[in-house]
Nanobody, 117 residues
Framework: QVQPVESGGGLVQAGESLRVACRVRGIITSVFNPKTMAWYRQAPGKQRELVATITRTSTTNYADSVKGRFTISRDNSRKSVFLQMNGLKPEDTGVYYC????????WGQGTQVTVSS
């Protein structure tokens, strides 16, 4: 079964940094590599939202709210996607998930990011 597994979340203070990771288990490289992968987040009481995407050629796009602070990257050999988050704000608090840009994979458990003010 193809399953994203997210890790690296935690509790930080505003202004600090955090790097979250996602490894997609059960997927073969030839299927993973062409995918545009994405990070999503869900804040308490809100709908899940798209945070960042990265294409097979590593072209990236970001939500306006994180542009200039977050950086998405990928390692195809490890079937993994990463999100470096700098200058964190309390409004970045939420559960972070990875998936492809069509939400075509199963949803993992996510990783909790909490930013205190």
């Amino acid at each position: 079964q193809v399953q994203p597994v997210e890790s690296g979340g935690g509790l930080v203070q505003a202004g600090e940094s955090l790097r979250v990771a996602c490894r997609v288990r059960g997927i073969i490289t030839s299927v993973f590599n062409p995918k545009t992968m994405a990070w999503y987040r869900q804040a308490p009481g809100k709908q899940r939202e798209l945070v960042a995407t990265i294409t097979r050629t590593s072209t990236t796009n970001y939500a306006d709210s994180v542009k200039g602070r977050f950086t998405i990257s990928r390692d195809n050999s490890r079937k993994s996607v990463f999100l470096q988050m700098n200058g964190l704000k309390p409004e970045d608090t939420g559960v972070y998930y990875c998936n492809d840009d069509t939400e075509g994979l199963s949803w993992g458990q996510g990783t909790q990011v909490t930013v205190s003010s």
